[in-house]
């Protein structure tokens, strides 16, 4: 600490950077080295003293300095504000009290301290001289302050007051911008006459400077021509940019947004809003909010495809053999793609040919769209429709919004980077609506080969070209998606895997795709037994396609895998069908669901679901009561109004099946479709309920192995119905031989597989009474 009776003394130091601190001044200083701001507290807990030290501009301003990074003359100064910033940092407020010279430079294990002594500024000057050259001086620092725009008016204020001739000195050392080397040397000159001198002469070079400045300045504007004005201004530019902050990555962008623009074969309607964005681009700094969405908006319009495709031809032969090696089976499915294909081939166009894939889950939907992308030799690209409810997922959103994207359509685009890509459009039927649009009207446009040749996306705000993309929907059902979305598609419909067709994909496609995946191909040999995988599909698995097939392979994978490497196992292992319960647990299908024995009011029914072909076991019983029908199960709208339906029929024709005409006075009927948990719908069911309701009225027994599918009237009519492919492997699954079937849907059999007919008695009816006859046992 200084002694108070002495001139000599000992203080924290703070290192200042790129400017100097002098005696009779206030001024702001940010302390952000851990030295400098402990130097500070140590200041803050005695009596606010602290040496401010110029450092040696030619070290690293980072690191706290050493002592031969500082220079030997600084000032002593009171803090007389602080303010502790959020980051750490302190901004301190000084005054600078006495110039000092710095003795010795101490160092303890926080920060620098300094002994030092007092040094004044003198002279052997009169009192005369040195007046007549501080009025010289002010005169000419006040022109230089009038001159230079960079210096605030505030540093006029201190020249109207009296002052003596050191503190004018000082002051106009901390004001005037010249080099921090020259304001050391001329802060350490002890002769105050020889110091305002220098400081005379380097204040009227600068305005000399300032001056010719000026007059180069204004002779130059006055006989600028058209390239000296665009350079001028280029200048001028250059200098705003540095002062805002705009860094040559910025400049970079805006060239290279040009040069792209130019070299693009965008449309017209692009190019122009291309333009006009650039012009925008081209006045924003890049700390404006605008700047970030004018160059996410040029960057999509750039980003997307342009220029033609070159036209790629492809062999239906190489495009048959791809087809057949992808999937197994599916022959009417792959012939009409072929179809597809060779017009395509031949017309070198698109227009019209629009796919929509319809069938349960697993049977190879969207893997039948990269096969055909594969045989084109076309880009694939796939996006999910699965839950979008959103009619800007698709159009994009408008750029008034904060965070606006194209939508799918235009992002898909991109991502494939060609024009003519393929994109397939999975699950279209899950989409649905709200306040916020339907997306399903927003694909009218894309999907329509008259309208998507310009297609115009929200956010883009001009239109697209997409009449060469192939686009490929799939659905699980057709009756979610709406009719005029339905008009502008051609359906292709895949039915679920028959028993045969499963085996045969497992041994080709599915366990060596599993091995593969579990990369244990060269670690491992894995083989089955035929009578194991038919055991697999039989007992362990129930669906029309193949991933739940695959999840049990790859189960049985994992457990011989876990065996070999406890050392429990060999690497060669054949999995036999007396094996499957030790991988697999308990068979979880067993067919129990499905009446085999002869019994009254129980009959076999058929239904389709999103997930394939079912049976259903409807069972109606009877008893005392008021002629009331009661309906359980789960049972939809429509299911209800067949129940009715077949009931008024059971009334109609009571007295043909030995009924009394009056039962309906004395009994209750209780009708029920077991799995109550499920929703049922649909009037297929017909046939079946009025079977079942004839059947214990009149207490005949149904035969066992019989299933039935068919809608009725209250004339007796059977009418058609749909899912006939799905329903029939249903029947095959559940081991039933005798199958009725509307005649009018006689038609669809020559469009289903032989193998899903195969050992079926199949039974064509028009009338209720034919299916009574064949089902009830007199």
């Known amino acids: ?275 006009e964005e650039l012009v925008k681009f081209a006045r924003l700094n890049s700390f404006s909010p605008e700047y970030s969405v004018v160059h996410t908006y040029l960057s999509w319009i750039l980003d997307l495809p342009w220029q033609e495709p070159i036209a790629k031809s492809f062999d239906l032969k190489k495009a048959q053999q791809i087809l057949d090696d992808d999937h197994y089976g599916l022959v009417k499915v792959k012939e009409r793609i072929l179809e597809y ?48 409810r959103d009619e800007a997922e698709i159009r994009g959103h408008r750029r008034t919004y904060i965070g606006a994207l194209p939508g799918v359509i235009i992002q898909s685009m991109k991502k494939a980077g060609t024009r003519n890509p393929l994109i397939m459009m999975d699950e279209i039927d899950k989409m649905s609506m709200d306040f916020r649009g339907d997306p399903a009207s927003a694909l009218l446009e894309v999907l329509d080969p008259e309208q998507n040749n310009s297609f115009r996306d929200h956010y883009l705000d001009f239109s697209y070209d997409l009449s060469q993309v192939i686009f490929i929907t799939t659905a699980n059902t057709l009756s979610s998606i709406p009719q005029p979305l339905l008009d502008r598609m051609e359906v292709i419909e895949l039915p679920g895997y028959t028993a045969f067709e ?60 876990k065996k070999f490497v406890e050392g429990k196992a060999k690497n060669k292992v054949l999995i036999k069908s007396s094996d499957l319960e030790e991988y697999l647990g308990i068979p979880k299908h067993l067919y129990s669901e499905v009446n085999r024995k002869n019994a009254v009011g129980v009959v076999t029914g058929l239904a389709w679901t999103a997930f394939g072909g079912e049976t259903l076991q409807i069972e109606v019983v009877k008893f005392k009561g008021e002629g009331k029908l009661k309906r359980t199960g789960q049972l939809g709208d429509v299911m209800q109004e067949s129940a009715q339906a077949a009931y008024s029929y059971a009334r109609l024709h009571a007295k043909k099946f030995g009924i009394n005409d009056d039962f309906y006075k004395k009994i209750d009927l209780h009708l029920h479709i077991p799995e109550g948990a499920i929703q049922k719908d649909g009037p297929s069911a017909g046939i079946t309920i009025v079977t079942a309701i004839l059947s214990v009225l009149s207490g005949k027994k149904v035969k066992h192995n019989l299933a039935m599918t068919g809608e009725i009237t209250l004339t007796g009519n059977v009418l058609p119905i749909g899912g006939l492919a799905e329903k029939l492997i249903a029947v095959k699954r559940a081991k039933i031989t005798n199958v009725i079937i509307p005649k009018k849907n006689e038609p669809n059999l020559s469009e289903i597989q032989k193998e899903i007919t195969k050992g079926l008695n199949i039974i064509l009816v028009d009338k209720v009474d034919e299916v009574l006859d064949f089902a009830l046992i007199k």
């Open 1 to 275: 600490m200084a002694n108070t009776e002495s001139n000599y003394g000992m203080y924290p130091v703070v290192p200042i950077r790129n400017t100097i601190v002098v005696p009779n001044t206030i001024t702001p200083l940010l302390v952000g080295r851990k030295a400098s701001i402990r130097a500070a507290e140590s200041a803050l807990t005695g009596n606010n003293k602290v040496l401010c030290v110029t450092q040696k501009s030619n070290v690293d301003l980072d690191k706290d300095p050493k002592a031969k990074d500082l220079y030997r003359m600084g000032t002593l100064c009171t803090i007389i504000q602080v303010l502790r910033l959020p980051d750490g940092n302190m901004r301190l407020l000084v005054e600078g009290n006495h110039r000092v010279s710095i003795n010795r430079y101490y160092r303890n294990k926080d920060y620098l301290y300094a002994y030092f002594g007092i040094s004044s500024i003198t002279t052997e000057k009169t009192k005369l001289e040195i007046e007549a050259l501080v009025r010289s001086f002010k005169k000419a620092f006040m022109q230089y302050i009038n001159l230079n725009k960079a210096i605030p008016e505030e540093a006029l204020m201190p020249l109207s007051e009296t002052v003596k001739p050191a503190d004018f000195f000082y002051f106009a050392l901390a004001n005037i911008q010249f080099d921090i080397k020259k304001k050391q040397i001329l802060f350490e000159t002890n002769d105050l006459y020889e110091s305002l001198k220098e400081l005379y002469r380097i204040v009227n070079e600068e305005i000399q400077i300032l001056k010719l400045e000026k007059k180069i300045d204004g002779s130059v504007k006055s006989r600028l021509n058209k390239l000296q004005k665009e350079y001028y201004l280029t200048e001028q530019l250059k200098a705003i940019h540095k002062e805002l902050g705009i860094t040559k990555e910025d400049k970079a962008d805006l060239i290279d947004f040009k040069k792209k623009i130019k070299e693009t074969n965008l449309s017209e309607e692009a190019k122009k809003k291309a333009e």
């Open 502 to 561: 499963k085996i045969e994909i497992a041994w080709k496609h599915l366990i060596p795709k599993v091995l593969t995946e579990h990369d244990v191909n060269d670690k491992i040999s894995l083989k089955y037994e035929k009578s194991s995988i038919e055991k697999i599909i039989k007992l362990y698995t129930r669906e029309a396609g193949v991933r739940s097939l695959e999840r049990q392979i790859a189960k049985i994978l994992r457990k011989v895998v």
């Open 341 to 388: 294909l060779a017009i395509v081939k031949l017309a070198n166009k698109v227009k019209g040919q629009i796919l929509c894939f319809v069938g349960p889950p697993g049977v190879g939907k969207t893997s039948l769209g990269k096969s055909i992308a594969r045989a084109m030799d076309r880009k694939f690209v796939r996006l999910s429709l699965g839950g979008v």
